[in-house]
């Protein structure tokens, strides 16, 4: 079954990915071509039918993409709902074992739930180091072996899932160590990772990615993505508004934080802009113009 040649529309998606990732995540061209590359091997059976379609682990500070990159690829992909998401930092405990796998006979768990929700899709293990030892010889299995028993006593065959691994271990050093170049930052994080990991999970890994700060232009092309669909949104509801570049730098500065990156830019670009779209609307003038750095009051505006 594994040989089918895959449908056109697949293919497509596959085909896709070039264009839609670059576009979404902003300042990592150089991880982007791995992930696309594994997910198409992955996609096209070119892989080991015992493991995962995939595994990846995906390092470097808050709010730079990690995660985003995961969506993004998973929606288009399978489309939406295919995303299965642990926060490891839930996972603390012991008892966090019985959570994923069930804890009392006849209990499928968190996993077992989304074997029967999903033959296919993305599992995502965010902030990975901070699982429990015994949380971690689970993703071991899954990594391994593609296979998990549950409390039920089935064995579950997770071959269909790509495994996704975050973690922001030795990024605080990236955000220090601002002179060293991109390649010593990356041997320094992937170092920190396998200490933190475990050598035994990082060897299992096929993908090991360091994501890298977003440097300030890579933060205005971030802003004026969100802008866009924000201006679009607008656009369905009547309000024809045209973007002024000097409304960039203000989001930056009000969206973009040193710990979480540009996790804040989408709230601050809807917010800003509705501001300046209900100022207008309030006022009983429609909201058509150009949006733009109102310098007086430090927000944006239509003029």
Request: proline content about 4%; charged content about 25%.
């Amino acid at each position: 079954a594994m040989n089918k040649t895959p449908d056109s529309n697949k293919l497509t998606k596959l085909q896709e990915l070039d264009l839609l990732l670059p576009r979404e995540i902003r300042g990592q061209s150089h991880t982007i071509p791995r992930i696309i590359s594994a997910v198409r091997r992955g996609e096209l059976g070119l892989t080991k039918p015992s493991r995962p379609r995939g595994s990846f682990l995906l390092l470097g500070p808050t709010g730079v993409g990690k995660t985003e990159t995961v969506v993004v690829a998973t929606n288009h992909v399978f489309g939406e709902g295919k995303l299965f998401r642990f926060d490891m930092s839930e996972f603390q405990n012991q008892e966090a074992l019985g959570l994923l796998l069930g804890a009392r006979l006849g209990e499928i768990g968190y996993l077992g739930a989304v074997r029967e929700r999903a033959a296919e899709g993305s599992l995502l293990f965010d902030e990975a180091e901070k699982a429990h030892p015994r949380v971690l010889d689970i993703l071991l299995q899954l990594l391994d072996a593609a296979r998990l028993t549950v409390a039920t006593g089935q064995t579950l065959d997770f071959s269909g899932f790509y495994v996704w691994l975050t973690s922001n271990i030795g990024s605080a050093e990236l955000m220090s160590l601002q002179h060293s170049n991109e390649a010593t930052l990356e041997r320094h994080v992937l170092t920190r990772a396998q200490q933190a990991l475990r050598p035994e999970i990082f060897a299992r890994v096929n993908e090991k990615l360091v994501f890298h700060r977003l440097s300030y232009e890579h933060q205005l092309e971030i802003a004026e993505k969100f802008l866009s669909r924000e201006i679009e949104f607008l656009a369905a509801r009547g309000h024809r508004i045209e973007l002024d570049k000097t409304a960039l730098p203000l989001l930056v500065r009000k969206g973009f934080h040193p710990k979480l990156g540009a996790r804040p830019m989408r709230d601050a670009v809807e917010k800003l802009v509705g501001d300046a779209v209900t100022e207008c609307l309030l006022t009983g003038r429609p909201a058509c113009g150009i949006l733009a750095h109102d310098e007086l009051h430090d927000r944006l505006g239509v003029f």
